[in-house]
């Protein structure tokens, strides 16, 4: 059996790398270098034809291979392989449901709009084009963050009320992205958020997947 992670530091694949932390079991980490367009190597094409990170690579015991593409079907995927390391709630339980409905919402909405905010210029082709994604998009963001910071300081500290799952390493990344690409006003603004980013740095599984993709905290 082999587990290896295709990625690249700081991006989409910071959450299911936080979870293979996690979970402690070995696996090998392979960077994607985005600088040298790896992600449209034909031998990386082959693994991923969207050209994206992250993919997973499962190795059965059968030398049989499960790749996974997408940063939360590889949590989703972690989790039901590793049932004992707790990445979601159980299985069927309220708490599992309120952990899928924020995943789900951070990788399809949140992740999504931070997309069109901060490559703006893949969307559109003049100046003020541009300008007008960059500044309906943050505007939608802000109201995100102000939404998911309401959740956690009526229900938090994490997303699911006592313990962290992969929706808060989730939040954790997409927070730190408008942090780092400056939304305005920034996420850290919200306090629960803020909290929340400071508690989920201190995670040791958080702390150990920083310093193996060598980059420094996002919240101070
Ligand atoms: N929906 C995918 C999105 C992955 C994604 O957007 N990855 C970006 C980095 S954050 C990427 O690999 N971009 C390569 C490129 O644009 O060439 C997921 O959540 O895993």
């Known amino acids: 059996m082999s587990l290896t992670l295709y990625y690249a530091p700081d991006n989409a694949s910071l959450a299911p790398h ?3 932390r996690r979970i402690s079991v070995p696996f090998d980490l392979v960077m994607i270098d985005k600088s040298k367009c790896d992600q449209n190597s034909d031998w990386y094409k082959a693994l991923n034809p969207h050209q994206r990170v992250p993919t997973l690579v499962h190795r059965d015991a059968e030398n049989r ?5 997408e940063a939360a079907a590889i949590c989703l995927y972690l989790d039901d392989q590793f049932p004992a390391a707790g990445l979601m709630p159980p299985t069927k339980s309220r708490e599992r449901a309120i952990a ?3 995943l789900i919402y951070l990788t399809n909405t949140v992740q999504a709009d931070l997309m069109v905010w901060n490559y703006n210029y893949r969307y559109a082709q003049t100046d003020s084009q541009k300008a007008v994604l960059r500044d309906r998009a943050g505007a939608r963001l802000v109201d995100m963050f102000k939404t998911l910071d309401q959740h956690l300081a009526a229900s938090g500290p994490w997303i699911c009320g006592d313990a962290p799952n992969c929706a808060d390493y989730f939040l954790l990344m997409l927070a730190g992205w408008g942090e780092q ?3 305005s006003p920034l996420p850290s603004t919200n306090l629960a958020i803020r909290r929340h980013a400071l508690a989920c740095q201190a995670l040791p599984e958080v702390q150990t ?11 101070h």
């Open 18 to 20: 936080i979870a293979l």
């Open 100 to 102: 899928l409905d924020w």
């Open 65 to 69: 291979d499960t790749i996974v593409r």
């Open 209 to 219: 997947a920083f310093e193996a993709e060598n980059i420094s905290a996002f919240f």
């Open 181 to 183: 690409f400056g939304l």
